[in-house]
């Protein structure tokens, strides 16, 4: 492999895809050469705006080209069968995939046993991870400044389809709340308080029959840390997605969001932060400043040859959740 520049290629080029090909592009040490299209429309686009960078519509013809890594963007659905491709036909063996790591706990168990067979470093784009907020929260936790967790309120929220009249022609995503947004609350929860379990879950339509718009949650821990999720794509007041916590502790209580962090101690003190109070700077900013911390992330791990989290195993318990969730839902 060679460190100087990372042979790299994304497959799927829809918004996700075009985010980090960008982010990608300017990287140092990194050489993105291929992109993996199925519309022949934008395939036909890319041909012309890009001609140093090779342009297929299979991943297999990916294979002659020695690359070092591989980005799956494509809808999630298609996750399962693309990985499985790649890693069959001896592509690539690291391996980025945007969340969520599949459609079912059952496919993503696929995938840690490929990925485990093949090696290699592989991740999953939860991004909210390289948020400056929550990383600020997980160092504060880690270091009990609350003490140890009793309890915490979730949600994930976008305004998306706030005020859609059901059975009216706009369609919400197939893949459902749980995936497109309500994911990162749970890998976040994951991240900062380890395993737990699902007790109830309801599931609401509200733009149309049989939609996934909304889920109310609780689960709990082995260690008897009590959590509830509230997540929604028809909530006022958020027209850029938002997730955050509200967790207590025995020393005091922590809020936490996309944007700022508050933390009220038992004897009265407060503290508060914001983005910029906490060095949220990177050097192309795109989208969010966490993707670009995210894709240097991941390609500093491929270089070293690093462990990463979240890796397929640890993303791998989000489907496990979701799944439970669907199951005990009423």
């Known amino acids: 492999m060679n460190v100087e520049k990372l042979k790299i290629a994304v497959v799927g080029f ?14 140092p040490g990194v050489q993105l050469i291929a992109l993996c299209e199925k519309s022949g429309l934008i395939r036909k686009f890319l041909k012309k705006a890009f001609s140093n960078i090779y342009v297929v519509d299979d991943v297999e013809k990916f294979s002659n080209l020695d690359l070092d890594a ?19 036909a001896g592509i690539a063996c690291n391996l980025f995939i945007e969340k969520t790591l599949a459609s079912n706990f059952d496919d993503a168990k696929k995938l840690c046993d490929l990925a485990q ?58 893949i459902g709340i749980l995936r497109d947004l309500g994911c990162h609350a749970i890998d976040l929860a994951l991240w900062f308080f380890g395993d737990f379990e699902v007790e109830k879950s309801k599931l609401e339509s509200i ?6 718009d909304s889920a109310y949650i609780t689960v709990k821990a082995p260690n008897g840390l009590y959590g509830e999720f509230n997540v929604s794509w028809c909530v006022d007041k958020h027209r850029m997605p938002e997730v955050g916590f509200m967790i207590k502790g025995p ?50 791990a491929v270089i070293n040859k690093n462990s990463v989290e979240p890796s397929f195993q ?14 005990k839902a009423y």
């Open 70 to 88: 591989i980005y799956v963007t494509t809808p999630i659905p298609s996750h399962f069968p693309v990985a499985k491709n790649i890693y069959s």
């Open 314 to 327: 640890i993303s791998a318990k989000v489907d496990r959740l979701i799944d439970e969730i669907k199951a």
């Open 14 to 27: 829809g918004k996700m895809g075009m985010l980090h090909a960008s982010i990608l592009n300017v990287l």
């Open 251 to 300: 020393k005091g209580v922590m809020n936490v969001n996309d944007d700022n962090l508050e933390l009220v101690l038992s004897g009265g003190k407060r503290y508060r932060w914001f983005r910029h109070d906490l060095g949220d700077s990177v050097a192309f900013w795109l989208g969010r400043p966490e993707y670009y911390r995210e894709d240097e992330y991941f390609v500093n």
């Open 207 to 212: 733009v149309s029959g049989g939609s996934e």
């Open 117 to 174: 067979k093949f090696g290699g470093v592989n991740m999953v784009g939860y991004m909210r991870r390289f948020t400056v907020t929550f990383l600020k929260a997980k160092d504060l936790l880690d270091g009990e400044v609350i003490g140890e967790p009793i309890s915490f309120k979730a949600y994930a929220f976008s305004s998306d389809f706030f005020r859609v009249k059901q059975n009216s022609k706009v369609q919400t995503p197939s």
